[in-house]
């Protein structure tokens, strides 16, 4: 793991106080002494209110939105503050991210309206102040035709759950309101050994005589180059000798660009940005590059809400998030699938973790939302241009599950075409879904892109990753290729000794990715890999594995309390702090005599000890398998490597625990009920086809094959009002799952299917023999 380093620290410590310091610039904290009030009211009635007492950040779907039924509150929402006139020529408060669309209020009056849930906005009060004062702020969380997102596979928390600031300044200062940035954009490049710097200001206010400072500063703050220029003068040039580079998690090396207004000797206003100075590129056969070196990015993607708290995190909560994925070995994340809070950009700055940042243009085009989505990412950009470990600008994810169209491909052409206008430094990026034709004209619009696949999980079996990408890549050998979604879905309390597709147990997941890091090893081409997810996070909509409310692809859980066994195969592959794990402590209970018991390390040899005894000791790489005879009753089992050691209690028994299998094999014909609470009886005669069996023995049958193609055209039409197309490839990958699964799966786009239409189908299938 990266530790964080002396020059790390002054460098925070440096932005940090300075930006709250700056000439007359103030900056405090806005978050306390709010009242929340849960009802959609006019202005006049949330200003009366009475209300609950909150300090922000806040969400108030942190528990309904978590528990599954997609029953969360969606709608509008009031919250009120009362504060004295603060100092200053100008006032404004800044919002870090209010979900979805706010309008602020300050005496009555609206001063600022922003519709878009995860980027910063600021709101100006000067003229509205009296000296006792009410701001009122209305949060949608709602249906709306004309914002992203409006359909995705994750909750949609209403409230305003990241920071607030009170900013008081001069009436001259640096334009922090430019479309939610500080109002300085560095853009440094290699040349050479040395680095050229462009710092550029924007200005409010700003008056004749007034002039702007500059300053580079190393991580220790020394000066490093200087110029002083008239304010009309904007734009800076500077040369740093010798510079040294931010090389991802080697050295995340920061230096620091210091703006100052000055007028006639005396300071108005000030801003800091670090800064990184590196150099990457992609190429389609090699794969990506950092400061000229091969760096392939290998990670994971990350959601940004918790159990219980929805997405109002704390600083503490970023931090613990980075520091779990760090202490992993991963060098890169895909923060999915908006803008994150500003602090956890800056946090990957500081470990040197590389960034795929997008905006959430997800799951189904809006026909009335094309501006929403320039505007959604002119702000990305501009308030995340100064970060170094932002690679890459994502326009997109999965957005033709409802089909391809030119309107959705004239959009993607405008997105592109803004992120060079505005960065063209870095590349663009976008997620297709897996079923994507290869042929399709979105594969040619952005710089690089990825696909979402899930072979082994929502169709096909794990090994089929590796020929559809070598098959791609054959085909495209000029497009840079990356695996940006993959996973499968383990919750704790489920296990198997022979785990198989399915069945949601955290052995399957532990062996899917042992399989996937396999295949990535060996194919440099893929320039970047994400895990789906790095933690189980919050989806209202799901009822899978027996726990609603949430996806379980993490490879931590929800509260971050447990790491899962696969969190550690990833740990064995891209760590470099030795270590070793026993897996399977969960899976206590073992009916068999003798039980296979995986130990996943980085060192070289592994020894394992069963109640004392030596068990065996193997020489290998990363996964080590030891079948081990299990005594009646309790056990110990412990692996060693040198100094290091792990231990895990298991327990043979008589009989296996049910209690470790999903009922029903995790299908959802359990339990189904007519209208009238009469059970729904689903028969499975021996001998003949039912809803149970693999599509693809289903298809060997002319007669089933007919009854099965309906069902999938149906299923293509629950995606959206065009459907979507279904490429020669997708009956393939779902070949393995049964039309029962199929079903479960057709719930995630938030359409279920009608569970009558099951029970037809299943009594139909019953009646042909196989």
Same mark, same amino acid.
């Given at each position: 793991?990266?530790?964080?380093?002396?020059?790390?620290?002054?460098?925070?410590?440096?932005?940090?106080?300075?930006?709250?310091?700056?000439?007359?610039?103030?900056?405090?904290?806005?978050?306390?002494?709010?009242?929340?009030?849960?009802?959609?009211?006019?202005?006049?009635?949330?200003?009366?209110?009475?209300?609950?007492?909150?300090?922000?950040?806040?969400?108030?779907?942190?528990?309904?939105?978590?528990?599954?039924?997609?029953?969360?509150?969606?709608?509008?929402?009031?919250?009120?503050?009362?504060?004295?006139?603060?100092?200053?020529? *100008?006032?404004?408060?800044?919002?870090?991210?209010?979900?979805?669309?706010?309008?602020?209020?300050?005496?009555?009056?609206?001063?600022?309206?922003?519709?878009?849930?995860?980027?910063?906005?600021?709101?100006?009060?000067?003229?509205?102040?009296?000296?006792?004062?009410?701001?009122?702020?209305?949060?949608?969380?709602?249906?709306?035709?004309?914002?992203?997102?409006?359909?995705?596979?994750?909750?949609?928390?209403?409230?305003?759950?990241?920071?607030?600031?009170?900013?008081?300044?001069?009436?001259?200062?640096?334009?922090?309101?430019?479309?939610?940035?500080?109002?300085?954009?560095?853009?440094?490049?290699?040349?050479?050994?040395?680095?050229?710097?462009?710092?550029?200001?924007?200005?409010?206010?700003?008056?004749?005589?007034?002039?702007? *400072?500059?300053?580079?500063?190393?991580?220790?703050?020394?000066?490093?180059?200087?110029?002083?220029?008239?304010?009309?003068?904007?734009?800076?040039?500077?040369?740093?000798?010798?510079?040294?580079?931010?090389?991802?998690?080697?050295?995340?090396?920061?230096?620091?660009?210091?703006?100052?207004?000055?007028?006639?000797?005396?300071?108005?206003?000030?801003?800091?940005?670090?800064?990184?100075?590196?150099?990457?590129?992609?190429?389609?056969?090699?794969?990506?590059?950092?400061?000229? #070196?091969?760096?392939?990015?290998?990670?994971?993607?990350?959601?940004?809400?918790?159990?219980?708290?929805?997405?109002?995190?704390?600083?503490?909560?970023?931090?613990?998030?980075?520091?779990?994925?760090?202490?992993?070995?991963?060098?890169?994340?895909?923060?999915?699938?908006?803008?994150?809070?500003?602090?956890?950009?800056?946090?990957?700055?500081?470990?040197?973790?590389?960034?795929?940042?997008?905006?959430?243009?997800?799951?189904?085009?809006?026909?009335?939302?094309?501006?929403?989505?320039?505007?959604?990412?002119?702000?990305?950009?501009?308030?995340?241009?100064?970060?170094?470990?932002?690679?890459?600008?994502?326009?997109?994810?999965?957005?033709?599950?409802?089909?391809?169209?030119?309107?959705?491909?004239?959009?993607?052409? #405008?997105?592109?075409?803004?992120?060079?206008?505005?960065?063209?430094?870095?590349?663009?990026?976008?997620?297709?879904?897996?079923?994507?034709?290869?042929?399709?004209?979105?594969?040619?619009?952005?710089?690089?892109?990825?696909?979402?696949?899930?072979?082994?999980?929502?169709?096909?079996?794990?090994?089929?990753?590796?020929?559809?990408?070598?098959?791609?890549?054959? #085909?495209?050998?000029?497009?840079?290729?990356?695996?940006?979604?993959?996973?499968?879905?383990?919750?704790?309390?489920?296990?198997?000794?022979?785990?198989?597709?399915?069945?949601?147990?955290?052995?399957?997941?532990?062996?899917?990715?042992?399989?996937?890091?396999?295949?990535?090893?060996?194919?440099?081409?893929?320039? @970047?890999?994400?895990?789906?997810?790095?933690?189980?996070?919050?989806?209202?909509?799901?009822?899978?594995?027996?726990?609603?409310?949430?996806?379980?692809?993490?490879?931590?859980?929800?509260?971050?309390?447990?790491?899962?066994?696969?969190?550690?195969?990833?740990?064995?592959?891209?760590?470099?702090?030795?270590?070793?794990?026993?897996?399977?402590?969960?899976?206590?209970?073992?009916?068999?005599?003798?039980?296979?018991?995986?130990?996943?390390?980085?060192?070289?040899?592994?020894?394992?000890?069963?109640?004392?005894?030596?068990?065996?000791?193997?020489?290998?790489?990363?996964?080590?398998?030891?079948?081990?005879?299990?005594?009646?009753?309790?056990?110990?089992?412990?692996?060693?490597?040198?100094?290091?050691?792990?231990?895990?209690?298991?327990?043979?028994?008589?009989?296996?625990?049910?209690?470790?299998?999903?009922?029903?094999?995790?299908?959802?014909?359990?339990?189904?009920?007519?209208?009238?609470?009469?059970?729904?009886?689903?028969?499975?005669?021996?001998?003949?086809? @039912?809803?149970?069996?693999?599509?693809?023995?289903?298809?060997?049958?002319?007669?089933?094959?007919?009854?099965?193609?309906?069902?999938?055209?149906?299923?293509?039409?629950?995606?959206?009002?065009?459907?979507?197309?279904?490429?020669?490839?997708?009956?393939?990958?779902?070949?393995?799952?049964?039309?029962?699964?199929?079903?479960?799966?057709?719930?995630?786009?938030?359409?279920?299917?009608?569970?009558?239409?099951?029970?037809?189908?299943?009594?139909?299938?019953?009646?042909?023999?196989?």
């Amino acid at each position: 793991m990266m530790m964080l380093t002396a020059q790390h620290i002054s460098c925070i410590a440096l932005c940090s106080l300075k930006k709250g310091e700056y000439g007359v610039r103030k900056t405090e904290n806005f978050n306390g002494e709010w009242i929340f009030i849960k009802s959609a009211l006019t202005l006049a009635g949330a200003e009366r209110a009475q209300g609950e007492p909150v300090t922000l950040p806040h969400t108030w779907n942190a528990a309904d939105g978590q528990d599954g039924g997609n029953d969360y509150f969606r709608g509008q929402c009031w919250y009120v503050k009362r504060f004295p006139r603060p100092a200053g020529e *100008r006032v404004f408060v800044r919002f870090n991210g209010v979900n979805a669309i706010a309008d602020v209020f300050v005496n009555g009056a609206r001063v600022a309206r922003h519709a878009g849930g995860y980027s910063a906005f600021c709101a100006d009060v000067t003229e509205r102040l009296a000296q006792e004062n009410v701001i009122c702020v209305s949060v949608d969380n709602g249906p709306d035709s004309r914002t992203y997102p409006q359909h995705a596979d994750f909750t949609f928390y209403g409230g305003i759950y990241r920071d607030v600031n009170l900013i008081c300044c001069d009436e001259s200062h640096f334009d922090f309101d430019d479309d939610g940035s500080e109002g300085v954009y560095v853009t440094p490049r290699v040349e050479g050994k040395d680095a050229s710097v462009r710092v550029e200001t924007r200005l409010s206010g700003a008056k004749a005589g007034q002039s702007i *400072r500059v300053r580079i500063l190393d991580a220790l703050g020394v000066p490093v180059a200087e110029k002083t220029q008239s304010a009309e003068e904007t734009a800076f040039d500077f040369v740093i000798p010798g510079a040294r580079l931010w090389d991802g998690l080697d050295d995340p090396y920061l230096y620091t660009a210091e703006a100052r207004l000055l007028e006639g000797g005396a300071e108005l206003d000030g801003v800091c940005a670090r800064f990184g100075v590196r150099s990457f590129r992609v190429d389609p056969n090699e794969g990506f590059f950092l400061n000229g #070196r091969s760096y392939p990015l290998r990670g994971v993607s990350r959601h940004q809400d918790r159990l219980g708290v929805g997405n109002a995190l704390s600083r503490a909560d970023h931090e613990e998030d980075i520091r779990l994925i760090a202490a992993m070995g991963a060098n890169y994340i895909r923060l999915a699938h908006y803008q994150h809070d500003p602090y956890f950009y800056d946090l990957c700055d500081q470990y040197g973790l590389v960034v795929w940042a997008e905006i959430p243009f997800i799951s189904k085009y809006l026909p009335d939302g094309d501006e929403n989505l320039i505007f959604q990412m002119t702000e990305l950009v501009k308030q995340n241009y100064n970060h170094p470990s932002i690679v890459c600008w994502g326009l997109s994810n999965e957005i033709s599950m409802g089909g391809v169209d030119g309107a959705l491909i004239d959009t993607h052409r #405008r997105l592109n075409d803004l992120c060079h206008r505005l960065d063209p430094t870095r590349f663009t990026v976008m997620a297709n879904v897996s079923v994507l034709p290869a042929d399709s004209p979105l594969i040619g619009i952005p710089d690089a892109f990825g696909y979402n696949h899930y072979f082994g999980w929502y169709g096909g079996r794990v090994e089929d990753n590796a020929p559809w990408l070598d098959a791609f890549h054959a #085909r495209h050998p000029d497009k840079a290729l990356g695996l940006s979604e993959y996973g499968c879905e383990a919750v704790l309390k489920w296990h198997a000794s022979e785990p198989r597709c399915g069945d949601y147990s955290e052995e399957y997941q532990a062996y899917y990715h042992e399989k996937m890091l396999e295949t990535f090893a060996e194919r440099p081409y893929l320039w @970047s890999t994400a895990v789906w997810n790095m933690f189980d996070f919050g989806s209202d909509m799901r009822d899978e594995g027996g726990e609603a409310g949430q996806n379980h692809k993490g490879l931590v859980t929800f509260d971050r309390k447990i790491k899962k066994d696969s969190y550690f195969i990833y740990k064995a592959w891209w760590s470099r702090e030795p270590f070793v794990h026993v897996c399977g402590r969960r899976y206590v209970e073992r009916a068999e005599v003798v039980t296979r018991v995986k130990v996943y390390s980085n060192c070289a040899r592994v020894a394992l000890y069963a109640n004392g005894r030596l068990a065996g000791e193997k020489t290998g790489s990363r996964v080590f398998a030891f079948d081990v005879p299990l005594d009646m009753g309790e056990n110990t089992i412990e692996a060693r490597c040198g100094e290091l050691s792990d231990r895990v209690a298991l327990r043979r028994v008589a009989e296996p625990n049910p209690d470790y299998v999903l009922p029903f094999g995790g299908e959802e014909v359990a339990n189904w009920f007519d209208d009238q609470g009469n059970r729904i009886e689903f028969e499975f005669p021996e001998g003949y086809f @039912s809803v149970r069996d693999p599509i693809e023995e289903i298809l060997t049958n002319p007669e089933s094959a007919a009854i099965v193609l309906g069902a999938m055209e149906g299923l293509m039409k629950n995606f959206g009002e065009g459907g979507m197309e279904l490429p020669p490839e997708f009956m393939q990958m779902i070949g393995s799952f049964s039309i029962e699964r199929i079903f479960s799966l057709a719930g995630l786009s938030g359409k279920k299917l009608p569970r009558e239409a099951l029970l037809e189908m299943n009594r139909t299938l019953t009646k042909i023999k196989k």
